[in-house]
């Protein structure tokens, strides 16, 4: 165990030698009810913290891990995982601002009888770099299929687009 925690903080420091790596993560709430009768409102949450390394000034890698939680009515909450490892392509810088295409694979496992996700795609960004190691960036739209199974059946889904409905927020900082 000693060995294991000693490899880590060597890894980290490696790491962080060159402020190469990055932390920070997103958190969203959703929330939506129709005005037809009777309407159920749902709700997810989700909280996901990711890490990431810079290979050069144009490539990156990171992983995203987070939690989820659904409900749907007056059905229990379902709580689930996320497992979102990705490649990040900067394409375009100017002043403060970033430009980039995160492309990568998303898991979501919410249980044996609430389904599970897999989906593969690329989703446009933008980071804006505040002061020195701080940047907050914002994700929205994109290119993907994912396939969805539980055990009411399975469904897959294809789409692309740029919109104000799917953008995502977070604050990310320079390790």
């Known amino acids: ?33 129709g005005k037809w009768d009777h309407a159920e409102a749902n709700s997810t949450w989700e909280i996901a913290p990711e890490i990431g390394y810079d290979l050069d000034e144009t490539w990156a890698v990171a992983i995203k891990l987070g939690i989820v939680s659904k409900k749907q009515g007056d059905n229990d909450a379902v709580t689930g995982f996320i497992i979102n490892p990705y490649a990040r392509y900067k394409f375009a810088n100017i002043d403060k601002v ?23 795609g690329i989703k446009p960004g933008l980071a804006y770099k505040v002061a020195d190691g701080v940047s907050l960036e914002a994700k929205f739209g994109g290119l993907g299929w994912t396939t969805f199974s539980e055990e009411a059946g399975d469904y897959n889904k294809f789409g692309i687009g740029v919109d104000t409905e799917a953008i995502l927020f977070g604050i990310f900082f320079d390790i």
């Open 98 to 120: 970033t430009f980039f295409l995160d492309g990568g694979l998303a898991y979501k496992t919410y249980g044996k009888h609430a389904g599970n996700s897999f989906g593969i």
């Open 1 to 33: 165990m000693k060995k294991f925690f000693a490899i880590a903080i060597l890894t980290i420091a490696t790491l962080t030698a060159n402020a190469q790596a990055w932390l920070g993560g997103s958190v969203g709430l959703d929330w939506e009810k």
